[in-house]
T-cell receptor
Framework: AQKVTQAQTEISVVEKEDVTLDCVYE???????LFWYKQPPSGELVFLIR??????QNEISGRYSWNFQKSTSSFNFTITASQVVDSAVYFC????????????FGKGITLSVRP | DAGVTQSPTHLIKTRGQQVTLRCSPK?????VSWYQQALGQGPQFIFQ???????QRGNFPDRFSGHQFPNYSSELNVNALLLGDSALYLC?????????????FGAGSRLTVL
């Protein structure tokens, strides 16, 4: 069975602050994929990034960066110089490599960025 | 290029009634999954359809059923509604079923059961 834990429930920052969203996962599979999705008030889940279990290279994309550490089963997400438009619920999710696998989500982190 | 479209966006039902939710996948996608998202929670997997067959099912009772049509669109049916069925129902589509494939989500259908 897979499990995703997002221990933080709500984070509030002032605009331009950096913020890190934590994610810890559990799986017995050796090959799997990790995802971050953003859910604005409109409700639609917006895909941000996918990482596979055999690629621990961390990535920076604009103001976003991701830190994947297999040794600690963590896949953390950092927003640099946060903006009000970053306010949303952020979900970490896990999916195994096989066909017909489901996406297992954490409970989400509500990020509020104040002007 | 339209993404995933769902209808209706909002609906209100009473206990014991039945509901049908509809989903049109993103162009080029052939696999549809349904998720239930209760207030303040992460989405929970209901089931996945590919080639008009249910390929995988989450921990949901038989009151939840679905269908996929030849044009890849899908329906989610819930019978004998309970108050606890109140949630946002999200449809997601992808190309085939491999775990690596990114799911594209719709904006959801918000169901309220009174």
């Amino acid at each position: 069975a897979q499990k995703v834990t997002q221990a933080q429930t709500e984070i509030s920052v002032v605009e331009k602050e950096d913020v890190t969203l934590d994610c810890v996962y559990e799986t017995r599979d050796t090959t799997y994929y990790l995802f971050w999705y953003k859910q604005p008030p409109s409700g639609e889940l917006v895909f941000l990034i996918r990482r596979n279990s055999f690629d621990e290279q961390n990535e920076i994309s604009g103001r976003y960066s991701w830190n994947f550490q297999k040794s600690t089963s963590s896949f953390n997400f950092t927003i640099t110089a946060s903006q009000v438009v970053d306010s949303a619920v952020y979900f970490c999710a896990l999916r195994t490599a096989g066909a017909n696998s489901k996406l297992t989500f954490g409970k989400g982190i509500t990020l509020s960025v104040r002007p | 290029d339209a993404g995933v479209t769902q209808s209706p966006t909002h609906l209100i039902k009473t206990r014991g009634q039945q509901v049908t939710l509809r989903c049109s996948p993103k162009s080029g996608h052939d696999t549809v999954s349904w998720y239930q998202q209760a207030l303040g929670q992460g989405p929970q997997f209901i089931f996945q359809y590919y080639e008009e067959e249910e390929r995988q099912r989450g921990n949901f009772p038989d009151r939840f059923s679905g269908h996929q049509f030849p044009n890849y669109s899908s329906e989610l049916n819930v019978n004998a509604l309970l108050l606890g069925d109140s949630a946002l129902y999200l449809c997601a589509s992808s190309f085939e079923t491999a775990g690596a494939n990114v799911l594209t989500f719709g904006a959801g259908s918000r169901l309220t059961v009174l």
